[in-house]
């Protein structure tokens, strides 16, 4: 329901901005798209934001490996 709700204002919205001649159509649905991708982008690389102690734990490990000295 949200997303409906939230479409409809960009689209109102836009349609204020090329009806004032600010923005042309082609550019309005250009925008509508970049943004519609970049927050879909954002929601799916949120569902990683828990892994990121874990990785950060796992490269500080890594490189305490590569820094120790051979005992030859």
């Known amino acids: 329901m949200q997303l409906f709700v939230i479409n409809a204002i960009v689209f109102y919205v836009g349609a204020l901005l090329c ?3 600010t923005i ?3 550019g309005m649905f ?3 798209l ?3 991708f970049a927050t879909m ?3 799916n690389n949120a569902a990683f934001a828990g892994d ?3 990785a950060k734990n ?3 490990n890594i490189f305490e490996i590569l820094d120790t000295e051979d005992e030859f």
Do not use: F, L, N, V
């Open 24 to 26: 042309t159509i082609e």
């Open 41 to 43: 982008g954002a929601g």
């Open 58 to 60: 796992a490269s500080k």
């Open 19 to 21: 009806r004032d001649g």
């Open 34 to 36: 970049a943004i519609t």
């Open 30 to 32: 250009k925008s509508i």
């Open 52 to 54: 990121i102690g874990a």
